[in-house]
């Protein structure tokens, strides 16, 4: 059978009422659709690494260029489906049931996420904490938001539930205009050791670690009970990364000393 052969018979054959040429144009236009979106996704991520384009811009570039596929492949859909009265009937009654459906899930996502760019809580690489999850926002599309966690693991959280949560940017500009990230972590202790011990473990390991640091290392304590006392660690970083290096250096070696203090009361 020619290929011209091949199209005629498709032409005459009919699925619900739809040419079975029109639905494999339909089909191939998805898969191109499918197929562009995968290859400007990869180039515009190239293309940011090699200009070093802020990622913000280069989350802003691709969703944009998603949406345009988006509406291209649906424009392209219409003007080739040519379907007919009792599809789009068919169609209707279907979205109808899916918006009632998922109204508080994908049309709300969808919502919920054109509101987080358009009001800007964070960009894409801020340090951020989202309810109980924190770590470097990595992407923010229309329906998810992802995050690196310091285990190196990618957390997707839909727009809607982050609507819902604490965010916490840990961006701010300090008195000499400059961008820094200040984190906050907590330290615990017993009572085995002596404020006073404790004190001078934090003056020497965050005397250790300040020469590599933009700004100072703060601790101050900020509840005592009878059975600990906690200190909040204020980490000052340019980068967000440095958050992931610096935070379980720091922790680890003020439990090392705090352990040799309380090897020397121990009998």
């Not at 998810?144 to 310091?150: A, D, G, S």
């Not at 009878?226 to 200190?231: L, S, T």
Request: aromatic share 12%; hydrophobic share 45%.
């Amino acid at each position: 059978m020619s290929t011209q052969d091949f199209f005629n018979y498709l032409d005459s054959q009919t699925f619900l009422g739809v040419k079975l040429s029109t639905l494999l144009l339909i089909v191939v236009a998805i898969v191109v659709a499918v197929t562009l979106e995968r290859l400007v996704t990869r180039y515009l991520k190239r293309f940011a690494k090699r200009t070093s384009l802020e990622p913000n811009v280069t989350n802003n570039l691709i969703l944009t260029f998603r949406m345009l596929i988006l509406i291209g492949v649906a424009a392209t859909i219409v003007r080739v489906g040519g379907l007919p009265t009792e599809w789009l009937v068919a169609f209707s009654a279907l979205g109808g049931a899916a918006v009632g459906f998922a109204s508080t899930k994908t049309i709300g996502n969808v919502i919920a996420g054109l509101y987080l760019i358009a009001t800007r809580p964070f960009r894409v690489g801020n340090y951020v904490r989202v309810g109980t999850v924190e770590g470097i926002v990595q992407e923010i599309t229309i329906n998810y938001t992802k995050i690196l966690t310091i285990g190196k693991n990618i957390v997707s959280i839909s727009n809607l539930q982050i609507m819902d949560r604490d965010i916490t940017n840990y961006l701010y500009e300090s008195e000499e205009n400059v961008s820094l990230y200040c984190y906050n972590f907590e330290i615990g202790f017993d009572h085995s050791v002596s404020t006073t011990k404790i004190e001078e473990i934090f003056d020497g390991v965050l005397a250790q670690f300040n020469s590599m640091l933009p700004r100072k290392i703060d601790h101050m304590l900020v509840r005592s009970t009878a059975f600990e006392r906690v200190y909040m660690i204020y980490l000052y970083v340019k980068r967000p990364e440095d958050i992931f290096v610096f935070r379980p250096r720091i922790a680890e070696e003020v439990f090392r000393r705090w352990d040799m203090e309380r090897s020397k009361k121990s009998p």
